[in-house]
């Protein structure tokens, strides 16, 4: 009897059950990495503590301990040195995000984003992935984010596969990518009012006019939206998601 009544009382109205699976399905959601743990940056990790030891120990032998040490300045000198050089080297390499929305990069609370509509050509220099736009180029590192650069690889070849330039070998040597890869999130920064709808010229003037293909994110005025996408050329129509789900 508890139990009818429990789940009567959490069943919803169909209708809302249709909105929910709407909206889940309506989602746009990306991976969110932090650069990786390598040897280099854990070595770093360990030389930013010696520093701050060093730093501590000078800072005792030559302010606090009687008498003080002359020799305690030089550690407070090498200590700080040392902690300042192993904090900046750590620093290096922002979070990278990928999924429904491009590739992005943060910088603080910044988020800088190349939607895959938007990218021109993807290739390997030297040890760096290029993510080339028209107007930026985000750049990552094999040895920072490997995972990343396997899942934008992977992506890309899905969605905007005319884009790549990168050797099969590549592929292979990355991480397969694997599902519980990075932190899952939904996009919510995205902003497209003032774009131009990649199918009548006309200005999206705001977000709620703005119709956008699941596949590479290219963006429609919402009435004109293409039977299929003038970007991926993948069906569009009533597959069109709005910017914002509310
Ligand atoms: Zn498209």
Redesign the pocket.
Known sequence: MADSKRSKKNRRPAGDQDKKHRTDDQERRERRFLPELTRTRTACIAFGWLGAVALGAGVWGRWVSEPAHDFAVYLVIAGALATAAALWWASTGSPVRVGDAGVATERGSEVTRLLW?DIQRISVDGKRLLVQGKERTISLSFELHRRAVAWVLSEAAQRVPEVMDVKQQVVRELPKPNPSDGQVLPVTDLQVAGRHCAASGKVIAFERDARL?P??G?VYHHAHVPTS?K??Q?E?GGRALRVHLS
């Open positions: 509509c293909c596949d590479c290219q996408c970007t991926c993948k569009l």
